[in-house]
């Protein structure tokens, strides 16, 4: 009898510990919020135009090579719109994609153009987007 009892003891431990690992996790609220739905959509606005202004303002040096460097733009801009779309999505990984994108526009900006002003264009929405996350706290909303 006294075994039965350790044994029944034992089984109820078990089960409440794997009650408590597979315990399913509460549905979190992922409200994106005004501000940063429309920071978003800016981002994906603001990957077009950004190639544009780069491509625009091109040294003289590089105007016999345009289509590699629009070819190059046109990738990072896709790359920034996936990202704007990831972040849509709430995916950790878009925010990586979108600041490497976007640090990349902005090195290429300043070999190709010679303006720092068109490099740091690049950097606003970052900073903007960074700011707002951390200002309402979504950052552990990511996955």
Do not use: C
Request: cysteine-free; glycine content about 6%.
């Amino acid at each position: 009898m006294a075994k039965t009892n350790q044994s029944n003891k034992g089984n109820q431990q078990q089960k409440s510990s794997t009650k408590a690992k597979g315990a399913p996790k509460k549905p979190v609220n992922k409200r994106r919020g005004g501000l940063l739905s429309f920071l978003i959509i800016l981002i994906g606005v603001h990957a077009v135009s950004a190639a544009y202004l780069s491509y625009t303002y091109l040294k003289q040096d590089y105007l016999g090579q345009r289509t590699w460097i629009l070819v190059g733009l046109v990738l990072i801009s896709l790359a920034d719109i996936v990202a704007a779309v990831g972040l849509w999505l709430w995916k950790q990984w878009a925010m990586y994609v979108y600041i490497i994108a976007t640090a990349a526009l902005a090195a290429i900006s300043i070999v190709l153009t010679g303006n720092v002003w068109v490099s740091l264009y690049q950097f606003i929405p970052v900073a903007i987007l960074g700011y707002v996350i951390n200002l309402q706290n979504k950052q552990k909303l990511f996955e």
